[in-house]
Every structure is written in structure tokens, then in C-alpha cells.
């Protein structure tokens, strides 16, 4: 039977280059690839890919989940200078905080409560 090796996320950029600044400065992301049109990022266990694209809505109506250790990865987030409301346990049982990139991109981080 053929396995699924990953799941990366595709969302939408208005302008690559702040994007990559916003990934790697404030959230740690290491670069894989960047071109005019397409870019790639790492950190740990999560890759995301962002494409871009002309119209603000597309982005500002996608968003990506992120499993991780919360406290941990929002006190890395908070000591890059990025300012961000602390985790909060959900009714549906996880501990979560969210990020909205530049361009509207809803980022969930969150682990099992």
C-alpha cells in the first residue's frame, strides 16, 4: 500500500520577500527555496510553502494548524519580538495560539490539553 509521507500547507502571498522575512525573523523558519513566484520554509517538523498571488482575500481566508509545544514555540515567538496573545485552552480540548502573517494567513499552533 502506498503511505503519505507529509502534508505541507500552500498559502498565499502578496509579496514573497516579506513573507521570508516574516517566517525567518519572527518565527524561525529556515529557507528551502525561493523564487520570483513560489517559496519554501522549514522549522522542525513543519514545511510550508507559500505561492504568489494578487488578491488579499485568498489569504485572509486560509489558515494552517501547527502541532507543537505551545508554551515553548510562543516564548521562542515572543523572544523574536513578536507580539502574540498567550496560549488559551479551547473547548475542543487543545491549548492554542494563533498567528496572522502580513498577508492575512490565520497560523493555529496548538497541542492536546
Not at 517538523?45 to 494552517?64: D, F, K, M, V, Y
Not at 507543537?68 to 496560549?87: E, I, K, N, S
Request: glycine share 8%; hydrophobic share 45%.
Amino acid at each position: 500500500m502506498a503511505g503519505i509521507l507529509a502534508t505541507v500547507p500552500v498559502l498565499a502571498s502578496l509579496n514573497l520577500a516579506e513573507s521570508r522575512q516574516f517566517y525567518i525573523e519572527l518565527l524561525g523558519f529556515d529557507c528551502l527555496h525561493a523564487s520570483a513566484d513560489y517559496l519554501m520554509l522549514a522549522r522542525g517538523g513543519c514545511e510550508l510553502h507559500l505561492w504568489r498571488c494578487t488578491e488579499r482575500h485568498i489569504a485572509e481566508n486560509t489558515s494552517c494548524y501547527v502541532r507543537c509545544d505551545t508554551a515553548a514555540l510562543h516564548a521562542d515567538f515572543a523572544q523574536r519580538g513578536l507580539q502574540v496573545a498567550p496560549p488559551q485552552l479551547r473547548d475542543w480540548g487543545m491549548r492554542e495560539f494563533y498567528v496572522i502573517d502580513p498577508h492575512g494567513n490565520l497560523l493555529k499552533f496548538g497541542e492536546s490539553a
